[in-house]
C-alpha cells in the first residue's frame, strides 16, 4: 500500500507539472520498499530475487495448506444449502397440498 501510494504521488506530480516523471525515482520506492519487507532477510551473496522467490514460495505453501479447509467450509456451506432448500420444498409441497385439499373443501360444501 505504502509504495502504490508512493508511486501515485509521484505520478500525480508529474501530471500536474510539479515535477517530471522520472522511472528512477520510482524504481527507488521499489528498492526502499523491497529493502524493508521481502529482502529484510536477505542472506549473505543471495540475490534479492532469491528472497522474492522464497517469500512467493511461502505464500504458495501457506495457500495449499489453507485450500483443503476452504473447499471443506465450501462444501458444508452449500451442503446447509442443500438442506435449507430441500426444507422449503417440502413447506412448499405441504402448503399446497393443504390449500388443495381446503379448496375441495370449499367447492364441496
Not at 10 to 18: G, Y
Not at 76 to 100: G, H, T
Request: proline fraction near 3%; hydrophobic fraction near 40%; aromatic fraction near 4%.
Amino acid at each position: 500500500m505504502k509504495l502504490a501510494q508512493l508511486i501515485i504521488n509521484h505520478t500525480n506530480d508529474a501530471r500536474s507539472s510539479k515535477s517530471s516523471f522520472q522511472l528512477t525515482v520510482v524504481l527507488g520506492f521499489v528498492k526502499n520498499t523491497a529493502a524493508s519487507t521481502v529482502v529484510k532477510d536477505l542472506k549473505p551473496n543471495e540475490s534479492p530475487w532469491d528472497a522474492v522467490g522464497r517469500t512467493i514460495t511461502q505464500l504458495v505453501e501457506e495457500g495449499a495448506k489453507l485450500l483443503p479447509s476452504v473447499l471443506e467450509n465450501e462444501n458444508v456451506i452449500k451442503s446447509e444449502f442443500d438442506e435449507i432448500a430441500s426444507s422449503r420444498i417440502i413447506q412448499l409441497q405441504l402448503s399446497l397440498i393443504r390449500y388443495l385439499e381446503q379448496s375441495q373443501v370449499h367447492h364441496l360444501g
